[in-house]
């Protein structure tokens, strides 16, 4: 079996290789243009690397142009595609919301119009975020609710789905869409939450809490780990496998854990074994499209047979102490 992982060197995808080598045996064609996000040192980092590389592929390519004969030949036919490249950080989405159109809107509409041409093409899995639902201020999103995009890195990942479930009505390309909430994990970006805070404490650095605007409630949001995440996408993947395409359908990829801010900074500090300082800030009001809570709801995996393999403490304890191992010599 043959995979076409797009944006396999960025944080989520290059955990999605590592998982691939150690429990499929498949190959794997990563397709990524080594942007800020894409770092090959990710790969290299990785213990089954030098065992398995063999197995891996790498095409350079950026999506926001057609794929050309040339790299689909170098791509060659394949079995599964999991799209995960994108641009995904909000705030750049806010300063730059056209180049996230064309990385997230235009960019997976050439891989779709590529992907028609794939006769052996077993699965498509649309990889999106649970920021489509918007807001939640109680309750969970399910995989249907209406989209209620708040700002344009969401908004185009809302685009991206429908346009996936266009594909598979009108050129029946065997696509379904996951929803996952915030994925963290060793090798990612500092510019993120967890790998930002562990950072600011073991610095002594004060930690921004986004909150609302009186100041008494942290941000809410779920999260998982990478491994987890490439866990769901395997059981999706096998599921089909087993029991043949039924049509466009979607999936809410759900760790076990609902987390404020600011808890998870304290959680963070007690692994560090620091002290916490922190400010409350209203992000919201100076920077519109940062929600306060985002929820999702998992049952339908559940249902279907999938469980996490690793808790979230376990996930969060690793991830600190890597990072504190790592911080001097990662990004």
Same mark, same amino acid.
């Not at 806010?94 to 119009?113: A, K, M, Q, S």
């Given at each position: 079996?043959?995979?076409?992982?797009?944006?396999?060197?960025?944080?989520?995808? /290059?955990?999605?290789?590592?998982?691939?080598?150690?429990?499929?045996?498949?190959?794997?064609?990563?397709?990524?243009?080594?942007?800020?996000?894409?770092?090959?040192?990710?790969?290299?980092?990785? $213990?089954?690397? +030098?065992?398995?590389?063999?197995?891996?592929?790498?095409?350079?390519?950026?999506?926001?142009?057609?794929?050309?004969?040339?790299? %689909?030949?170098?791509?060659?036919?394949?079995?599964? =595609?999991? /799209?995960?490249?994108?641009?995904? /950080? #909000?705030?750049?989405?806010?300063?730059?919301?056209?180049?996230?159109? !064309?990385?997230?809107?235009?960019?997976?509409?050439?891989?779709?119009?590529?992907?028609?041409?794939?006769?052996?093409?077993?699965?498509?899995?649309?990889? %999106?975020?649970?920021?489509?639902?918007?807001?939640?201020?109680?309750?969970?999103?399910?995989e249907y609710d209406h989209h209620h995009p708040?700002?344009?890195?969401?908004?185009?990942?809302?685009? $991206?789905?429908?346009?996936?479930?266009?594909? $598979?009505?009108? @050129?029946?390309?065997? =696509?379904?869409?996951?929803?996952?909430?915030?994925?963290? &994990?060793?090798? $990612?970006?500092?510019?993120?939450?967890?790998?930002?805070?562990?950072?600011?404490?073991?610095?002594? +650095?004060?930690?921004? =809490?986004?909150?609302?605007?009186?100041?008494?409630?942290?941000? =809410?949001?779920?999260?998982?780990?990478?491994?987890?995440?490439?866990?769901?996408?395997?059981?999706?993947?096998?599921?089909?496998?087993?029991?043949?395409?039924?049509?466009?359908?979607? @999936?809410?990829?759900? &760790?076990?854990?609902?987390?404020?801010?600011?808890?998870?900074?304290?959680?963070?500090?007690?692994?560090?074994?620091?002290?916490?300082? @922190?400010?409350? #800030?209203?992000?919201?009001?100076?920077?519109?499209?940062?929600? !306060?809570? @985002?929820?999702?709801?998992?049952?339908?995996?559940?249902?279907?047979?999938?469980?996490?393999?690793?808790?979230?403490?376990?996930? !969060?304890?690793?991830?600190?102490?890597?990072?504190?191992?790592?911080?001097?010599?990662?990004?």
């Open positions: 079996m043959k995979l076409l992982l797009t944006g396999g060197m960025g944080f989520v995808g /290059h955990h999605l290789v590592e998982g691939a080598l150690k429990n499929t045996n498949w190959d794997i064609i990563i397709l990524d243009r080594l942007d800020t996000s894409g770092n090959p040192n990710r790969l290299e980092d990785i $213990q089954i690397w +030098e065992k398995e590389k063999n197995r891996v592929k790498f095409v350079w390519w950026d999506l926001k142009s057609e794929l050309n004969d040339e790299v %689909s030949h170098e791509i060659g036919k394949v079995d599964y =595609i999991w /799209h995960v490249a994108a641009s995904s /950080h #909000v705030d750049r989405s806010i300063e730059d919301p056209l180049g996230f159109v !064309l990385d997230n809107v235009v960019g997976t509409t050439n891989l779709l119009n590529w992907a028609r041409g794939q006769e052996k093409l077993r699965l498509f899995i649309n990889f %999106s975020t649970d920021e489509v639902f918007g807001p939640v201020e109680c309750g969970k999103s399910k708040k700002n344009p890195y969401a908004a185009t990942k809302s685009a $991206q789905e429908a346009l996936g479930e266009a594909f $598979q009505n009108c @050129y029946k390309l065997p =696509i379904i869409t996951t929803h996952t909430m915030n994925v963290f &994990g060793e090798r $990612q970006h500092p510019e993120k939450f967890i790998p930002s805070t562990i950072r600011k404490i073991l610095n002594d +650095e004060t930690v921004i =809490i986004h909150s609302n605007p009186a100041k008494t409630k942290a941000a =809410i949001r779920s999260y998982i780990h990478a491994r987890n995440v490439f866990n769901a996408l395997l059981f999706l993947t096998r599921e089909f496998e087993m029991n043949g395409y039924r049509g466009y359908d979607e @999936y809410n990829i759900v &760790g076990e854990v609902e987390i404020d801010a600011l808890t998870l900074a304290l959680k963070i500090a007690q692994i560090c074994n620091k002290k916490l300082n @922190y400010e409350m #800030v209203d992000f919201h009001s100076s920077r519109p499209g940062h929600d !306060l809570r @985002y929820a999702l709801d998992g049952s339908k995996l559940k249902r279907m047979g999938w469980k996490l393999p690793k808790t979230f403490n376990q996930s !969060l304890t690793k991830t600190v102490m890597w990072e504190i191992d790592r911080k001097d010599t990662w990004l």
